[in-house]
């Protein structure tokens, strides 16, 4: 079936760093690729999308290349904040699926 | 405009207690999905809707589980009876039909409902 593998959290870095969730999939067809962001005590936001092979998605500094030959969808930023502490979830539609399914998440801490 | 809004957003019970969830999709969309989000189990699917059909339950957990969705802007979930186990953050979500526009296929989530049952 359907599936996301994040890598495991908690990730920590300091402010500014460079960093890269890592995401890994594996669907039948060709799924619809997106990240999204769970600050404390809040839902779900969508961070960014993308939807075929080679697009990249792009969002408050973030970016994900859909690479279809490695089956990755890797979260990247230049230079983190301390607000973009949170919960990052990668997750997989498929258009006969209509669902999403959702990695486990990574945990992200900056500190100042 | 409006986003997902589920109620309560906080509730605490007794175990044995029916709790009622409830959420308003986005107006226009089509699909809601009920997920459920938890330390051990990270987020699962519950149970979705299209057109106020529920397509796939196969992720409600048991028969003390039932959702519905009487109209295009209403859905519930109910716990009857609730148990300390069943306490976890509920979203419901929603989205437009498929293939429509950019955001066809983007899934839009509602701040949660947390539930605490003692």
């Known amino acids: 079936g359907d599936s996301v593998t994040q890598m495991e959290g908690p990730v920590t870095l300091s402010e500014e760093a460079f960093l890269t969730i890592n995401c890994t999939y594996t669907a039948t067809g060709y799924p619809s690729l997106f990240w999204y962001v769970q600050y404390p005590g809040e839902g779900l936001q969508l961070l960014l999308k993308?939807?075929?092979?080679?697009d990249k998605g792009s969002n408050k500094g973030f970016e994900a290349t859909y690479r279809k030959e490695t089956t990755s969808f890797h979260l990247e930023k230049g230079s983190v904040q301390v607000s973009d502490s949170a919960v990052y979830f990668c997750a997989l539609s498929t258009q006969g699926a209509q669902k999403l399914v959702f990695g486990q998440g990574t945990r992200l801490t900056i500190n100042p | 405009d409006a986003g997902v809004i589920q109620s309560p957003r906080h509730e605490v019970t007794e175990m044995g207690q029916e709790v009622t969830l409830r959420c308003k999709p986005i107006s226009g969309h089509n699909s809601l999905f009920w997920y459920r989000q938890t330390m051990m189990r990270g987020l699962e699917l519950l149970i979705y809707?299209?057109?106020?059909?529920?397509?796939?339950d196969s992720g409600m957990p048991e028969d003390r589980f039932s959702a519905k969705m009487p109209n295009a802007s209403f859905s519930t979930l109910k716990i009857q009876p609730s148990e300390p186990r069943d306490s976890a953050v509920y979203f419901c979500?929603?989205?437009?039909?498929?293939?429509?526009?950019?955001?066809?296929?983007?899934?839009?989530f509602g701040e949660g409902s947390w539930l605490t049952v003692v």
């Open positions: 979500a929603s989205r437009s039909a498929m293939g429509t526009g950019h955001s066809g296929n983007t899934i839009y």
């Open positions: 809707f299209n057109n106020n059909v529920p397509i796939d």
């Open positions: 993308a939807t075929k092979a080679d």
